[in-house]
Nanobody, 119 residues
Framework: QVQLVDSGGGLVQAGGSLRLSCAAS????????VGWFRQAPGSEREFVAA????????YYADSVKGRFTIFRDNAKNTAYLQMNSLKSEDTAVYYC????????????WGQGTQVTVSS
């Protein structure tokens, strides 16, 4: 299975920006959908954004529309999540994941990266 490595989290003040990265260990994203999810303490994991790699079609949760942008770099086999105008409620562990093309489920996950937004 392709290994996903997500990074880029950190501590930022409210209103600030961060860019998360999701790198694949091999060229495997080309026919997949890659998504970002997050999980705050005591909460369920929730969908944030996704990109259909082959055509660049993107999807966003209502809570992040207009603030977050998902995009990919084919040459680097990396997906990114640009997060602007961060709010304290964005604090969570963020995970990238690849959707299984057969089952349609996200079944390949990165290790997660912590994002903390201070108010």
């Amino acid at each position: 299975q392709v290994q996903l490595v997500d990074s880029g989290g950190g501590l930022v003040q409210a209103g600030g920006s961060l860019r998360l990265s999701c790198a694949a260990s091999e060229r495997a994203f080309s026919s997949l959908t890659v998504g970002w999810f997050r999980q705050a303490p005591g909460s369920e994991r929730e969908f944030v954004a996704a990109v259909v790699w082959s055509v660049g079609l993107t999807y966003y949760a209502d809570s992040v529309k207009g603030r977050f942008t998902i995009f990919r770099d084919n040459a680097k086999n990396t997906a990114y999540l640009q997060m602007n105008s961060l709010k304290s409620e964005d604090t969570a562990v963020y995970y990238c994941a690849a959707k299984n093309r057969i089952t349609g489920e996200y079944d390949n996950w990165g290790q997660g990266t912590q994002v903390t937004v201070s108010s």
